[in-house]
């Protein structure tokens, strides 16, 4: 059981650059969500998922991207990389009805030039 | 409009004293209000967590004092250990799908 996984785990990218931010549980977790977490600011919410087919805004939305296409993955989609994108990202799930128990993965950090 | 402020940003504590972490929240409708834990490099995890009709919940040496009147709580560490040193975070949660709301943060440190 790996709990949650993501990829890569750092990341170096230019102004303009896309890339897409994997995220995968074996828990048979409906809700899955993505955070950054800024020094000083906590964790923000960017987009979160119910199931699949289903996914709406978070605090922080602004320039990602995400679908579900399976209870397993929810990738997060970066369109044109800026610097202000400059975060350390974290997917996490949890089961329905329980989002205040979230698992989180071990995080993604991202650097954009 | 931050929704939950954590206090203090960081935190210095002998071995065996008392760690104290304190939040206070605004909106009257957030209904479960859990403290995760955090070592660097890794990703936050659930520590303790409470429900806002319960005035305390105590886990091992972890305990959460919860004044739904003041809409504060704060967490308890007794008996501090170096192995505690971590960042704290605590958040709240409308109870749907919204997510949480997360503190800024607490950086313990317990000193040999």
């Known amino acids: 059981n790996a709990g949650v996984t993501q990829t890569p785990k750092f990341q170096v990218l230019k102004t303009g650059q896309s890339m897409t931010l994997q995220c995968a549980q074996d828990?048979?977790?409906?809700?899955m969500s993505w955070y950054r977490q800024d020094p000083g600011m906590g964790l923000r919410l960017i987009h979160y998922?119910?199931?699949?087919?289903?996914?709406d805004q978070g605090e922080v939305p602004n320039g990602y991207n995400v679908s579900r296409s399976t209870t397993e993955d929810f990738p997060l989609r970066l369109l044109s990389a800026a610097p202000s994108q400059t975060s350390v990202y974290f997917c996490?799930?949890?089961?329905?009805?329980?989002?205040?128990?979230?698992?989180f993965g071990p995080g993604t950090r991202l650097t954009v030039l | 409009q931050q929704q939950v402020k954590q206090s203090p940003q960081s935190l210095i504590v002998q071995k065996g004293g008392i760690s104290i972490i304190n939040c206070a929240y605004e909106?009257?409708?957030?209904?479960?209000f859990p403290w995760y834990q955090q070592f660097p490099g890794k990703g936050p995890a659930l520590l303790i967590a409470?429900?806002?009709?319960?005035s305390e919940k105590k886990e091992g040496r972890f305990t959460i004092s919860f004044n739904k009147s003041a809409k504060q709580f704060s967490l308890h560490i007794m008996d501090s250990q170096p192995g505690d040193s971590a960042t704290y975070f605590c958040?709240?949660?409308?109870?749907?799908?919204?997510?949480?709301?997360f503190g800024k943060g607490t950086h313990l440190i317990i000193q040999p």
């Open positions: 996490a799930s949890s089961r329905v009805g329980v989002e205040g128990e979230q698992f």
């Open positions: 828990m048979n977790h409906e809700y």
């Open positions: 998922s119910v199931g699949a087919g289903i996914t």
């Open positions: 909106n009257t409708a957030f209904d479960y």
């Open positions: 409470i429900r806002p009709d319960v």
């Open positions: 958040a709240a949660t409308l109870g749907g799908a919204d997510g949480l709301t």
